[in-house]
C-alpha cells in the first residue's frame, strides 16, 4: 500500500464504540445539524420492519439522534413498504418523488430522490436486508461527521458473517468488492486502496456534498460517490468505521454480474489517462490478525511480453528457439 493510503488508513479509520450516542447527540445539537437515516429497499419485507424498528428505537425515541427515519421503496413487488411504515417509518415510493423528472430502477435511483423527500444535513444510508447488525452502524457513521468540519463521506467496514457456510466471518467485502473494485482501486486510484470495503452499503455523507455529485442510478453509486469526493476534496474528506460484523442476503452470480458491469462503467468514466498507469502495483487486501485488521500487499503482474515474432533471435523451428534463450541467458549474466 502507497504511503498516502497508509497515512490515511492511520488516521482516518476508527471503531463504531469510539463513538457514545450521549457525545454525538450533544455534539449534534451545539452544532445545529440535522440528520435523516435512508433505508432504500426492494422486496425486502422480510427483514425492512426488524430494521426499521431497532433504529426507530434505538435512535429516534430511545436518543433522539435520528430527526428522519425514511424507506424509500423502489417498486417493491411485496409488502416491503406496508411493513416499513408499521414499523414506524415514513416510505416513499421512489417512482413517485418528483415524477416529473422520470423514474429508473436501481438503488442510486431511490438514494438520489431521497434528496428531494429528506431535510437532513447529513444522510446516512443502511440497507433494508440486514439480518445481523445494530443501531450502532449508524452511531459509529455520524461519528466522524460531527467530530470533524473536514471530513464530508464515512464509508463503514465490517466482519462478513457467512451464514451459509455455518457462520463464519471474513473481512472481504464480498465477490465484487474483492474481484472487481479493490483491483480497480489498487491499479488506478492507489491512495484510496486503504478503504477497506468500498462498497459497503452503509455508509454517511454531507447534504452539501452529495447534492453536489451526480450518480448513477443503480449500484455504481457508493464507487462514484467515493472516487469523486477524493477527486473533489482530497483523501482528508474521507473517513471509514469499523462497524463490527454483518449479515445480510446474497444475490446471485448474474445479479453480480450486472453490478460489476456497472462499477466497471463508472470506473472508465473517471479513470486517469493511460500515460499515467503504474508500471508497477500492488492489489491491496484486508485480514483481520487476532482481531487486530492488517493489510497485506501483493504484486499484480503488469508486464507483457512482445509478440515473439518481433523478437530478433526468435526463430522457428523451435531448437533455434532454445539456443536463443540460452544466448539471452548468457547475455544477462
Request: aromatic share 6%; glycine share 8%.
Amino acid at each position: 500500500m502507497e504511503e498516502r493510503a497508509q497515512r490515511w488508513f492511520r488516521k482516518r479509520t476508527s471503531v463504531w464504540k469510539d463513538w457514545r450516542p450521549e457525545w454525538l447527540l450533544e455534539r449534534k445539537e451545539r452544532t445545529g445539524l440535522s440528520v435523516s437515516v435512508v433505508v432504500p429497499a426492494r422486496n425486502e419485507a422480510d427483514t425492512v420492519g426488524d430494521v426499521v424498528h431497532e433504529l426507530r428505537k434505538a435512535l429516534v425515541l430511545d436518543i433522539p439522534l435520528v430527526d428522519e427515519l425514511v424507506v424509500m421503496d423502489s417498486d417493491s413487488l411485496d409488502a416491503t413498504g406496508a411493513v416499513a411504515a408499521k414499523a414506524g417509518a415514513t416510505v416513499y415510493l421512489a417512482r413517485e418523488v418528483a415524477a416529473d423528472l422520470g423514474a429508473y430502477f436501481g438503488k442510486g435511483e431511490a438514494l438520489w430522490k431521497s434528496l428531494f423527500v429528506t431535510k437532513g444535513d447529513l444522510l446516512v444510508f443502511v440497507d433494508a436486508d440486514l439480518t445481523s447488525w445494530g443501531p450502532h452502524f449508524v452511531t459509529g457513521l455520524l461519528g466522524p461527521l460531527l467530530a470533524d468540519d473536514d471530513v464530508t463521506l464515512v464509508k463503514g467496514f465490517y466482519e462478513r458473517v457467512r451464514t451459509e457456510i455455518g457462520g463464519s466471518t471474513s473481512t472481504e467485502g464480498g465477490r465484487v468488492t474483492e474481484l472487481v473494485a479493490r483491483p480497480i482501486l489498487s491499479l488506478w486510484w492507489p491512495e484510496l486502496a486503504g478503504v477497506v470495503q468500498p462498497l459497503a452499503g452503509e455508509w454517511s455523507i454531507r447534504r452539501s456534498l452529495i447534492e453536489s455529485l451526480s450518480v448513477p442510478i443503480g449500484y455504481g453509486i457508493e464507487l462514484s460517490t467515493l472516487l469523486d469526493t477524493a477527486a473533489r476534496h482530497g483523501l482528508q474528506s474521507v473517513a471509514q468505521v469499523d462497524l463490527g460484523s454483518r449479515a445480510h442476503k446474497h444475490q446471485s452470480n448474474h445479479d453480480l454480474a450486472l453490478m460489476a458491469g456497472e462499477l466497471l462503467l463508472v470506473a472508465e468514466r473517471r479513470k486517469p489517462s493511460p500515460q499515467s498507469l503504474p508500471t508497477h502495483t500492488t492489489l491491496d487486501q484486508f485480514v483481520r490478525n487476532e482481531g487486530k485488521l492488517q493489510p497485506v500487499s501483493r504484486p499484480i503482474p503488469t508486464y507483457e511480453r512482445p509478440p515473439a515474432q518481433s523478437v530478433q533471435c526468435y526463430e522457428r523451428p523451435r531448437p533455434q528457439f532454445v539456443q536463443c534463450v540460452a544466448a539471452s541467458t548468457e547475455d544477462m549474466a
